[in-house]
């Protein structure tokens, strides 16, 4: 009996038009001897997911088995991955061995399709290198997103053959028109929207979805630009106040949530808000919430900054509240939607390129291999004094797995760095290299909590430009934050070394790191950043909070370590800031004094819970009339009752 899937399957499939070629070359997946990987790429609105979705038909129809996921919702490491493989395929989480073997055993014939894959780049060369070679030969993957694949797929001579590259472009002008008339566009109109839209998908929906009757003098130019004009168009052609002011707001965000709303629009029903955006024709909802679709959330927000920069701000910082209230109660299943959230808000450059690189990507970063011996070992020589380069030489030889190099397009050796958690490496190598035993003082000076680790960044150099900016060191950052997400909520400091700090002073600051030492010649500067009790999620909260200045509307100032009473600021002791920061973060939780003890004092103390009580008094009296926020829970320990600020916006 047919089921209204089947229904809806049918209206989806006849209302898809054109890309006939391009759906060929994607089932080319399904027959024996084809591509392992396809690449679907293309710019924003032009049609990408669309066209994975009538392939995902097409292939079901065929008898394949097919795994879908969106980028957006699966953390860049290879724990989420393998999660998010896990649960769709039926099986349990463990090693990529065995999602690997589980995947192979769901269908004669299995597709796992990753959309939006533009911002999972940091797992690309985990993927190509690692998962994709282990997989059964009956499993073919499509990566889609919005930038080309990286040079390493066509590079990579173990590749040739089995990967493909499809890039989509604007639909041809046939086809265009037909879209706009299925969607009751009159055939004169249809062909006078087709020639302006310039055949993108996206620019034609939005035109046929527009109430306006007269004709649109757009401008020329490209269809990216012809999308974000539509999108103001679009925006002004709504005539409810509401549904109006619902979208304003939901296009500071990344997804769109009740509880993101009703925090950014606290006199408006969330609900009503939520059903007004969920009927527009560039939304998609799915598991994460509802998602704008990136190329008209991002024209919406861009006018909504020029035109209400306060409004634009406001809900910025409401969605912010919002965010760090339920990342305080976020299981650790969770913990990658409200990481991903406050890099969105972010407008940080540097953090927003690290995390989430735009653009093509001229290298690939993986690790090191022995045949890359001589080309690591000619740019240190290049790059470094003779003591220098005889500590990296040791370093290279007795522990090469700390090593990662970035390849051009040549796969030839561009760059490296070296990084490595001190506990994990000899640590004779750690002790005899001047450096790292700088590093190992300082540990011992200022010690970690307990369970908490710090990265060793020994070194980063490109060939060309040594330790400079270039696209080289750029490509091996982004690596290294793939490390801070995998280490995370453990990993507490990151220290490294430069010969100049004058290029990467002011970006250093703003981030957090300060200066451990300034001597000169070979001791170079050492540097060192301290993410805080809550690891790589604070600091990028705290550097959020920055940017949108609601510390000083709040109890405590987390960069300058201070608490905020009406205006008055109080000076905290490592401790005392230590143990607020952890109820902050967990405010309206009852935290016991053994989680306190684990996650604030340092290692050395074997003490009892009683030197917790001595630092709450403390704090109490330092809070003064506003002690009674710190609340006993007997039996257990400390709660931070929720104040105006943390529950709801102001």
């Not at 549904?243 to 304003?248: K, Q, S």
């Not at 900016?469 to 280490?487: F, N, T």
């Not at 100049?500 to 300034?518: I, K, Q, S």
Request: hydrophobic share 45%; aromatic share 8%.
């Amino acid at each position: 009996m047919p089921r209204v899937r089947d229904l809806l399957d049918r209206q989806v499939a006849g209302s898809f038009v054109g890309r006939d070629e391009e759906l060929r070359s994607l089932r080319e997946i399904l027959v024996d001897g084809g591509p392992v990987v396809v690449h679907l790429h293309g710019i924003a609105g032009i049609g990408k997911s669309r066209l994975l979705g009538a392939f995902a038909q097409v292939a079901r129809a065929e008898g394949a088995t097919v795994v879908r996921l969106d980028c957006r919702g699966v953390e860049p490491t290879e724990a989420g991955l393998l999660t998010e493989l896990a649960t769709a395929s039926g099986g349990a989480l463990g090693s990529a061995e065995e999602v690997a073997g589980r995947l192979g055993r769901v269908g004669d014939k299995v597709i796992v399709a990753l959309d939006t894959y533009e911002v999972f780049r940091l797992m690309d060369t985990w993927l190509r290198q690692i998962f994709l070679p282990i997989l059964p030969d009956n499993v073919r993957f499509v990566l889609c997103g919005r930038e080309p694949a990286v040079t390493a797929w066509f590079s990579d001579p173990g590749w040739q053959g089995l990967f493909r590259s499809i890039h989509l472009e604007s639909l041809e002008q046939r086809d265009a028109a037909a879209l706009l008339s299925r969607a009751g566009i009159a055939v004169k109109d249809a062909k006078y929207l087709a020639g302006i839209c310039h055949g993108h998908p996206l620019a034609l929906t939005l035109a046929a979805s527009m109430r306006r009757t007269e004709p649109m003098a757009l401008r020329l130019g490209m269809p990216q630009r012809v999308v974000e004009e539509l999108s103001r168009l679009f925006l002004a052609d709504i005539t409810a106040p509401q549904t109006r002011r619902a979208l304003e707001a939901a296009s500071v965000v990344r997804r769109v949530t009740l509880p993101i709303l009703s925090a950014m629009l606290p006199d408006a029903s969330p609900q009503d808000a939520q059903e007004r955006i969920r009927t527009l024709p560039f939304v998609q909802p799915d598991r994460d919430g509802l998602h704008i679709h990136d190329a008209v959330r991002e024209a919406i927000a861009a006018k909504l900054r020029a035109d209400n920069p306060q409004q634009y701000r406001a809900y910025r910082r409401f969605a912010y509240r919002s965010f760090m209230t339920e990342l305080s109660r976020a299981p650790a299943s969770d913990l990658w939607r409200y990481t991903a959230d406050l890099l969105y808000l972010l407008e940080n450059p540097v953090v927003r390129e690290a995390f989430f690189p735009s653009g093509a990507q001229e290298f690939a970063v993986g690790p090191a291999r022995a045949e890359d011996e001589q080309a690591v070992l000619g740019i240190i020589a290049r790059h470094e004094s003779v003591v220098t380069a005889s500590y990296l030489k040791r370093w290279w030889t007795e522990a090469r797995g700390t090593f990662s190099v970035a390849r051009d397009q040549k796969d030839e050796v561009a760059g490296f760095y070296c990084v490595f958690d001190p506990v994990h490496v000899p640590g004779r190598l750690c002790r005899e290299d001047r450096v790292t035993r700088l590093w190992l003082d300082h540990l011992d000076r200022h010690p970690m909590p307990r369970d908490q680790h710090a990265l060793f960044l020994r070194r980063w150099l490109s060939a060309r430009d040594g330790e400079g900016p270039s696209a080289v060191q750029a490509a091996c950052w982004v690596d290294v934050k793939r490390k801070y997400l995998e280490l995370r909520p453990s990993l507490r400091r990151v220290y490294l070394v430069l010969n100049d700090l004058e290029p990467y002073a002011a970006a250093a600051h703003n981030l957090g790191f300060r200066v451990l030492t300034e001597a000169g010649g070979d001791c170079c500067h050492s540097a060192m950043l301290d993410f805080g009790p809550s690891s790589v999620d604070g600091w990028l909260a705290r550097l959020v909070a920055a940017e949108l200045g609601v510390e000083e509307d709040d109890l405590l100032d987390c960069a300058a370590r201070e608490l905020v009473l009406s205006g008055r600021r109080v000076g905290l002791t490592k401790l005392e800031f230590g143990v607020m920061e952890y109820l902050k973060r967990r405010a309206g939780e009852a935290v016991p004094r053994n989680s306190l003890l684990a996650h604030v004092w340092e290692q050395s103390y074997d003490g009892g819970g009683n030197v917790v009580d001595v630092v709450i008094r403390a704090l109490r009296k330092k809070l003064g009339e506003k002690a009674a926020l710190i609340e006993t829970v007997h039996g257990v320990g400390y709660r931070l009752r929720q104040t105006e600020h943390q529950s709801a916006p102001h």
